[in-house]
């Protein structure tokens, strides 16, 4: 059975009650690789069911959510039964509205068959990997590394008569460069929507150049450096702030979003330098679904939502603050505007430098690669801490020196923003702490006044 038969079945089976249907086909290809070898390769395809039921009654509106993967045509009746029982079981839901019918969204090509994706989306990229990885063998590097690409098609209906329906392709590729020894480490990640835009030959060329810089050593003490961070470790901090940015928590006082003695920052300035931080379902290479798909409720999503058209929108303008990610519900409560959630992030500031030229203009600074393991230490200010990796390195009167110590860093997104001493060129990047999660990001490099490297680490 077809998704959209799926949906119009679980429909028809709720028996005129309001309901939500949720159905997915996704495919996905993959190649992995260890010391200049491919190591395997394979596809897989995955379906999954998800109906929202709601029972209204006079004490309030209830919603049950029942999610199941591989259903067989015979049990889909079985889920939404299950959906209309968590319902009628549940709590009256504080974000209930009306669903939405079929003006709310453009359907899409509702008929054709679901994308597949297969091995050959890879297969261009397979022959410039194994080019690159003889290259690396030749010169003593080894390559590890995985490329992935994933093409997922959603089908959603409500009873209200809204049919949409959004193709979503994601792809990333992660590169590790080890020296012969493997006393060196280096890594640049890519994301993409089909592999024609990855240029690993060029990917192969920077891991080498940064392989190079480490083999002088230099040890340095924890303290506040002035730091250059690569669009990949940009995008983990500023997603982090996107996660954050929730309009309910910070009208509740719970956040660094929220204003002292009521209310949100909504207007403050966060940067005095002109920078923008945004999201649009139609960004040229981030595209995302243009309308909400929510599989459950949370405090600035709602399963009522489904549907809602997104546009454009941006979260940080000109450096203030300009709107929180909020469901219809909790934007009324913060009194704001409804603006959810968007699965791509862009930050801007009109122009810049490449990473080059900010190198070349330092005098002395650190230059990182990227970010992992980010905490939250604390909520109210937005406080980070982590652990850099793959590679810090040293810049003295524009040119690098050698690579230096990892460090333990505590640091605020928020409060990094307002010592930004400069904002590169902007261009896509792949998020390496939250690439499992979020993949689509285009990011400039930034000069960040008095980072806190909290302790020197030992992690490699």
Not at 325 to 335: D, E, M, N, V
């Amino acid at each position: 059975m077809s998704p959209q038969e799926t949906v119009e079945r679980a429909l028809a089976a709720a028996n005129g009650g309001d309901c939500v249907v949720i159905a997915e086909e996704a495919s996905t290809a993959n190649l992995r690789w260890a010391g200049n070898t491919l190591t395997t390769n394979g596809v897989s395809q995955t379906r999954q069911l998800t109906v929202i039921a709601v029972d209204k009654r006079a004490d309030g509106v209830r919603a049950g959510v029942v999610s199941r993967a591989g259903v067989r045509d015979d049990q889909i009746e079985e889920v939404v039964r299950a959906a209309a029982k968590a319902a009628a079981d549940g709590t009256p839901a504080k974000d209930a509205g009306d669903l939405l019918g079929a003006s709310a969204a453009d359907p899409g090509s509702w008929e054709e068959p679901p994308g597949r994706t297969d091995i050959t989306v890879l297969g261009d990229f397979a022959a410039d990997l194994g080019d690159a990885m003889r290259a690396a063998d030749g010169a003593g590097r080894k390559l590890y590394g995985f490329a992935e690409h994933e093409l997922r098609s959603t089908f959603l209906g409500t009873s209200a008569g809204l049919r949409a329906r959004h193709d979503q392709p994601t792809g990333r590729l992660e590169l590790n460069a080890k020296s012969a020894d493997m006393t060196r480490s280096a890594w640049a990640g890519a994301s993409t929507r089909d592999f024609a835009d990855v240029d690993i030959a060029a990917m192969d060329a920077g891991l080498a150049e940064r392989l190079g810089w480490a083999r002088r050593r230099v040890s340095l003490d924890a303290g506040r450096y002035e730091t250059l961070l690569p669009p990949t470790a940009v995008a983990d901090l500023l997603i982090y702030l996107y996660w954050s940015a929730g309009a309910k928590e910070a009208t509740e006082g719970r956040t660094v979003f929220s204003k002292p003695g009521g209310g949100t920052r909504v207007g403050d300035r966060l940067s005095a330098l002109p920078v923008t931080l945004s999201s649009d379902p139609a960004a040229a290479g981030l595209g995302c679904a243009p309308f909400v798909i929510a599989h459950t409720s949370g405090e600035d999503s709602s399963v009522f939502d489904n549907g809602l058209p997104l546009t454009r929108t941006e979260w940080i303008s000109d450096g203030a603050l300009t709107a929180l990610t909020s469901s219809r519900h909790s934007a009324t409560l913060a009194g704001l505007p409804a603006t959810p959630g968007i699965d791509n992030l862009t930050f801007a500031s009109g122009g810049g430098a490449t990473l080059p030229e900010m190198i070349a203009s330092t005098k002395r600074g650190l230059l990182l690669t990227c970010l992992w393991y980010i905490r939250t230490v604390d909520p109210q200010t937005l406080l980070l801490t982590g652990l850099t990796r793959d590679g810090v390195y040293l810049v003295e009167n524009g040119e690098v020196t050698g690579a230096v110590n990892n460090f333990r860093f505590n640091e605020s997104p928020v409060s990094m923003l307002g010592r930004l001493a400069e904002v590169g060129a902007t261009e896509p990047t792949l998020p390496r702490e939250w690439s499992d999660y979020f993949t689509r990001a285009a990011m400039p490099p930034v000069r960040v006044e008095g980072f806190n490297m909290s302790s020197v680490s030992q992690a490699s």
